[in-house]
């Protein structure tokens, strides 16, 4: 155990040493960044219980998914460095700073059986400046939200970004012929299906104000699409047209498009949510799958057997011009584009597995980032930072989530069956 | 609560009956008129008993009539002549040997004027939901354009893709796959 903390802090120090000279956190954008240590000692407060470490390791756990930081483990920190204040005159930061740690978060927490109130500060153990300082208050059960704004408010004030703990997330989930449409937190906590139908729901999306969901559902007997308002759990739109009706994603403020697959032709509509407009944006023969529009809603991403298997697509959809841009491999699909519009994810086919990629909006720099298995449905978060994904290694598909450049994969515990499709709830 | 207030009706008869004979007599009416209460919820609750014993019956003929349905269905379905057509990887053109069980499928429709069937698009598992959904119903519409083709009313003939979602085998190998890539043939229930 002491070889292993000895290897840990010699890690640490060599980190340290790169580090140290610039006081810029982390260049998020850059082609590469470094990942900063962050200790999180367990929580102070009058309570004796476990809440403290409980509070404190669901932080660690936060800022490791986050992919920004690497969690000091807790063995490496003593008991005077455990014992010690929360407030600056209190630390002694060279002892932190030893031991490679570069940031420090202190919290403590009163609570009372209506309220539990965290007061929480952030410290660059360099100079022990303050770079967060934040009270937090909640419902006593409502805890983990309350730590989950925390890690996202140290993620905005080290990256400047917010991070996605308290994000709530969409996805598909269920057996064979029984697939439904769930939302929960990305945490795992708070999740609620949304349909039951008793047959194969499948590509569900929520929309930017977060009020409608659309779906396509057999619930009818055959594909049909509908829109949902979540707020009455009613449809307020229906699409029962002959075909494949499918592949829902949102533009703009409740802008709907779909792709549907039909006799000859296929094509991709735009429905508006609001003033309850449908348009018919592109037609082409073959299949017309996934369309994915940037945050604008001016360039479209798709899927076109045009020229005899699935290839990835871009439309200027105010000159109609369309171009493609994936020429390697057989099969490329799912094309999502990143809220921030300057990358696409898509599927392609590589060496018989499918793998989540990038590529820029014109094609350029395209990088695999995962590695065997089925993965599928990429899709952003809307800080343009994370992708989440499903993915297949065995006979269960599980949904996973990663940084942008494919690092820190982290598997989400969502329900414990198949979960397809996921989705950031904007 | 019905039974209560019968209940009640009897014990105040009963009560009536021994203990307040001597003292009331002129209660006569009273009495006729429980017992006009006393018949006519009799009558109602044999009412109820009735409608629910013909609604048991009538559940019963329906499920009876809904199996014979489904028999008759899974008789036709076991009458249909063909197997399943399959398909190459990410392929929806019909393979030129599978064009003969079209046609025999087409004749069998001719043949059996009054049905209709479902053809059903599948995938295998490689690839993503929502292209094999796509491909599922291409699939399902080449057969179906192949039937038309051999003379079948195209009205008699409803495509429905499921992409891979109802895979036939759920292997993870090339035979798996195989049985998977499919078009099958179903009597169409509804009509």
Not at chain 1, 90 to 102: H, Q
Not at chain 1, 356 to 382: A, E, Y
Request: glycine share 8%; with cysteine.
């Amino acid at each position: 155990m002491t070889k292993f903390k000895c290897v840990i802090v010699t890690l640490l120090l060599v980190f340290l040493a790169g580090t140290a000279e610039s006081k810029v956190y982390l260049d998020v954008y850059g082609k590469t960044y470094k990942k900063i240590t962050i200790g999180v000692p367990s929580f102070q407060s009058d309570r004796p219980d476990r809440l403290r470490v409980d509070m404190s390791e669901l932080l660690n756990q936060d800022l490791d998914m986050s992919g920004f930081f690497i969690v000091a483990p807790n063995s490496l920190l003593d008991r005077e460095l455990t014992e010690e204040g929360i407030e600056k005159k209190d630390i002694k930061f060279t002892n932190w700073r030893s031991l490679g740690i570069e940031l420090l978060c202190k919290a403590k927490f009163i609570m009372s059986n209506e309220e539990i109130a965290l007061e929480s500060y952030l410290y660059d153990t360099l100079d022990g400046s303050l770079l967060l300082a934040k009270r937090y208050k909640s419902r006593p059960e409502d805890w983990r939200r309350l730590v989950h704004r925390l890690a996202d408010d140290i993620l905005l004030a080290v990256t400047g970004e917010k991070g996605i703990m308290s994000s709530r997330v969409v996805f598909v989930s269920g057996t064979k012929r029984n697939k439904d449409i769930y939302i929960g937190g990305i945490d795992g906590q708070n999740i609620r299906q949304v349909t039951n139908f008793h047959n194969i729901t499948v590509s569900p999306s929520v929309s930017p104000d977060g009020r409608f969901l659309a779906y396509t559902s057999y619930k009818e007997g055959k594909p049909n699409l509908f829109i949902m308002d979540l707020e009455t759990g009613k449809d307020i739109h229906s699409e029962r047209e002959e075909g494949m009706k499918l592949g829902t994603t949102w533009f703009g403020k409740s802008t709907l498009g779909y792709a549907k697959t039909s006799g000859k032709q296929s094509s991709i509509y735009t429905f508006d949510a609001a003033g309850r407009q449908k348009k018919t944006l592109f037609t082409k023969e073959g299949i017309l799958a996934s369309p994915s529009f940037s945050a604008d809603g001016t360039k479209m991403a798709f899927v076109s057997d045009m020229y005899g298997s699935p290839q990835v697509f871009i439309r200027d959809n105010s000159s109609g011009e369309v171009k493609r841009l994936t020429y390697s491999g057989n099969y490329n699909a799912s094309p999502s584009f990143s809220p921030k519009g300057d990358l696409i994810a898509f599927v392609a086919r590589i060496n018989g597995s499918f793998e989540i990629c990038t590529m820029n909006t014109d094609g350029s720099n395209q990088r695999v980032l995962t590695s065997g298995g089925i993965n599928d449905s990429p899709h952003f978060s809307p800080c343009g930072r994370y992708i989440i994904y499903s993915s297949k290694k065995g006979d269960q598909y599980n949904a996973y989530i990663m940084l942008y450049n494919g690092e820190n994969k982290r598997m989400l515990k969502l329900v414990n069956k198949d979960t397809e499709q996921p989705k950031f709830v904007p | 609560m019905k039974y209560l207030a019968i209940l009640l009706a009897v014990v105040m008869i009963t009560c009536y009956g021994c203990a307040s004979k001597p003292v009331q007599t002129g209660q006569k009416p009273l009495t006729a008129e429980e017992q006009a209460r006393l018949d006519q919820e009799e009558a109602l609750k044999r009412k109820e008993r009735e409608a629910r014993i013909s609604e048991e019956e009538l559940a019963r003929s329906r499920a009876e009539r809904e199996r014979l349905e489904r028999e008759r269905a899974l008789e036709t379905q076991k009458s249909i002549p063909v197997s399943d057509v399959y398909f190459e990887y990410d392929s929806y053109t019909v393979q030129p040997e599978d064009i003969a069980k079209i046609k025999d499928m087409g004749e069998w429709l001719k043949a059996n004027s009054g049905l209709r069937i479902v053809v059903e698009g599948h995938c295998d598992e490689r690839g993503t939901v929502e292209y094999n959904l796509a491909l599922g119903q291409k699939r399902a519409e080449v057969v179906k354009n192949h039937l038309v083709k051999f003379g079948v009313d195209e009205k008699r003939i409803r495509t429905i893709s499921f992409g891979k979602e109802m895979p036939a085998d759920p292997g993870h190998n090339e035979d798996a796959w195989a049985k998977n890539r499919r078009v099958h043939f179903a009597t169409d229930q509804k009509g």
